[in-house]
């Protein structure tokens, strides 16, 4: 296993990280599985790692909780709060008043006294960003969370909270966690080298791009034990233009594994982690065979300058083969009332 510094922290965390979405209702609801995992992952190096409280309304939290018992200082532990937490309009968001709620309700289902960092999983438009690092600050100064951070902010909000730290004496964001993949290629444009400039260190969620990247999609028949087959509305199976064009994709992606002698999850993983940006690759194994076919990504370094190059033959820089994988969309963009004179 690799380890690359976490921006400006000090911190040093392993290239991979094992991301915990998939533990509980939302994946995998075979806790002893899930604790295999994590124990395999550590065994391997990993020690990094992910959740957040939303994931199966806090399940995923506690299964993580239970299975690093023992294992705790091992492990640099993340998670996140904003998204709703019950039908309570504010048991979400990233006001003062939740933060404190939410931080508490982590360390419980954690079992932990801290957290290693904690982030805001998305922006909040209608919260001003000082009370949000203001109560962040606190909660540092506390001892209850080491290190803040943010989660698809798109560039300029990512500049903002910079600035209101800097002038507002409050702790300044260390890492951002961004979607980034061969088939997502929007952050290249800004949000990676914003974060380059300012320091941060930059986790990838979906570097496989919803499962497309592992080669389980090779036809326009959904595998039944995948995501897209639990859930066909979504993973781009209604819409047969972005479905062809990504089969087309991984076709030749897998030839140009081949000819690199890597497996298609090797090169897209190897991909992400060529950015000068990012620290780390976020994998979100729901079994144990998924985690085994990513570790090995771990232990490469970046990929051949001609592998880079014939990917962006493939899928132009800069370019979200599906616009639905940019990730974050301003509420400006899809509420009406909010760029409208009442």
Avoid at 94 to 115: C, F, K, Q, Y
Avoid at 183 to 189: I, Y
Avoid at 281 to 308: C, E, H, Y
């Amino acid at each position: 296993m690799q380890y690359r510094r976490l921006g400006a922290s000090g911190v040093e965390v392993s290239t991979l990280c094992l991301g915990a979405m998939m533990f509980g209702a939302w994946g995998n609801e075979d806790e002893q599985e899930c604790h295999r995992i994590v124990g395999e992952a550590l065994d391997a190096g990993v020690n990094f790692v992910d959740t957040a409280d939303v994931y199966a309304q806090g399940q995923s939290e506690e299964i993580l909780g239970r299975a690093l018992r023992g294992r705790r200082d091992d492990v640099v532990l993340a998670t996140k709060f904003h998204e709703p937490m019950g039908t309570d309009r504010n048991r979400r968001g990233n006001s003062r008043r939740w933060i404190m709620e939410a931080v508490e309700g982590s360390l419980r289902r954690l079992g932990t006294d801290w957290i290693d960092l904690y982030q805001v999983h998305r922006p909040d438009p209608d919260t001003d960003v000082d009370e949000t690092l203001g109560a962040l600050s606190d909660l540092v100064r506390q001892g209850k969370v080491r290190m803040i951070g943010t989660s698809a902010f798109p560039a300029e909000r990512i500049v903002e909270a910079q600035w209101v730290a800097e002038r507002r004496h409050r702790e300044r964001f260390t890492t951002e966690q961004t979607g980034y993949s061969i088939m997502a290629r929007g952050a290249e444009a800004a949000a990676l080298p914003t974060s380059l400039r300012h320091r941060l260190g930059v986790l990838v969620y979906s570097p496989l791009n919803g499962g497309w990247l592992t080669g389980k999609y090779r036809t326009a028949q959904i595998p039944d034990d995948s995501r897209a087959g639990r859930n066909s509305d979504h993973f781009d199976f209604r819409d047969a233009q972005i479905r062809d064009r990504k089969l087309e994709l991984v076709g030749g992606l897998q030839e140009l594994a081949d000819s690199a002698g890597l497996t298609l999850i090797e090169l897209a993983l190897g991909f992400v982690l060529s950015h000068p940006a990012v620290t780390s690759a976020i994998m979100g194994p729901r079994t144990l065979a998924q985690l085994r076919s990513q570790l090995g990504a771990g232990s490469r370094g970046p990929l051949p300058a001609d592998v880079l190059d014939r990917i962006d033959e493939l899928v132009a820089p800069g370019h979200t083969v599906n616009p639905a994988d940019a990730g974050y969309r301003p509420l400006e963009l899809t509420e009406a009332a909010r760029r409208r004179r009442s």
